[in-house]
């Protein structure tokens, strides 16, 4: 299994979004212009696009105020500058769109905003969520040239969102205790991406399409994900460095590569994902694991082009239980060589290619095989 980073990540544009140091100049009376600040207080309608603005500020700032775009657009002139920055406390905006700026919609200072059907598009990054506890739910953000949704902070939830033809369609960076649920990634070059965060979870959520993985992490730990799918995208799940993270009732299937890898982590746990037509004539397959101590159960592979469960040189001390691997193209579950001290058990591999079980350590090294039910296997060490 080849684990390898195919992004850079944005530091310096999120860094600079999250960081910034706020002023709250006074409010601005109607009518809403370029420039134009929204609040603090009160509620606030749009009877016209605003725009193409050029700058020096945000497109409009909104300060713990609500805004109803009523089907228009912000756009801005340059990427230099914001489209909606919102501040305060519980702003809310709804019902329209931002083009063509930095970032389209971009929730800073004490947070609990939310953000209602809104379209951000040909934006560098859609929505920047820099705060906390904010709720977006039912948003488009479709060509924006780095990041769809791009979340940091704490205790925020996406429900029902989408993202399209972006870098990446939703980007957690060092976020935590936050939900993602029923967010959907299509065409993006990965679709859902995690780096450095803690304590989220991820259900229900479909990448499907994405050029490189569906959804991929690096770095995290104690993270959930649950009844996610992934199909017809580079990889399904992919992840690297990952810590006491669980994934459980995930789907991955039509992916190029593997349906779920896992390298240079540790502790995590995979139960009851179903992993099937993954992989492609020179690899891939169903499960992928390069990292110790990993516990595996109830998991299925089928047909799948590779393996079904491959476990490479750094794979050590994991326990494989009530797996099932059937007719997968490659052998059912293999131990390649250099791990050891695994513990395949109750486990079922029949009609696959090559081997139902193979071990290429000699005499099964330290693996344990036991009361599993197979075909064929290529050593005697093996039952």
Not at 93 to 107: I, T
Not at 114 to 127: I, K, L, Q, S
Not at 139 to 150: D, H, L, S, T
């Amino acid at each position: 299994m080849h684990c390898n980073k195919r992004w850079q990540y944005g530091v310096g544009v999120l860094a600079f979004v999250w960081s910034l140091g706020l002023s709250l100049p006074q409010a601005q009376a109607s009518p809403i212009s370029c420039g134009a600040i929204l609040g603090p207080g009160g509620n606030f309608v749009l009877d016209s696009d605003v725009g193409p603005c050029g700058g020096p500020g945000p497109a409009l700032t909104l300060i713990s105020a609500t805004l109803d775009l009523a089907g228009h657009t912000v756009s801005c002139s340059t990427t230099s500058i914001y489209g909606i920055e919102v501040e305060g406390k519980k702003s809310r905006v709804r019902n329209g769109a931002v083009s063509g700026c930095g970032n389209g919609v971009v929730l800073l200072d004490q947070g609990s905003h939310e953000v209602r059907e809104m379209t951000a598009a040909g934006n560098t990054a859609g929505f920047n969520v820099g705060s906390s506890r904010n709720k977006l739910t039912n948003n488009e953000a479709n060509g924006n040239e780095y990041v769809g949704f791009a979340v940091g902070g704490e205790h925020n939830q996406l429900t029902g969102n989408t993202a399209s033809g972006n870098e990446f369609g939703f980007l957690f960076q060092g976020a935590t205790n936050s939900l993602l649920s029923s967010n959907t990634a299509t065409d993006n070059s990965n679709g859902f991406e995690m780096f450095g965060s803690s304590a989220n979870l991820l259900t229900s959520n479909t990448a499907s399409d994405n050029k490189f993985s569906g959804f991929e992490g690096d770095l995290n730990t104690n993270n959930r994900w649950a009844s996610n799918t992934a199909s017809g995208n580079g990889e399904g799940f992919s992840f690297v460095g990952h810590m006491n993270d669980a994934w459980v009732g995930n789907i991955a299937s039509g992916n190029g590569g593997f349906g779920f890898s896992f390298g240079d982590g540790m502790i995590n746990s995979l139960d009851d994902n179903r992993a099937s037509g993954n992989g492609f004539s020179g690899g891939g397959g169903g499960f992928g694991i390069e990292e110790p101590n990993d516990t595996v159960v109830e998991n299925k592979a089928t047909d799948n082009i590779g393996a079904g469960f491959d476990l490479f040189d750094g794979a050590s001390g994991n326990l494989l239980r009530v797996n099932q691997s059937l007719s997968n193209s490659g052998p059912g579950i293999r131990l390649n060589t250099g791990t050891t001290g695994n513990s395949i058990r109750n486990s079922k591999a029949l009609d696959n290619g090559s081997f139902d079980l193979e071990d290429d350590n000699l005499g099964c090294d330290a693996n344990a095989w036991g009361s599993n039910t197979f075909g064929v296997a290529n050593q005697g060490c093996i039952n």
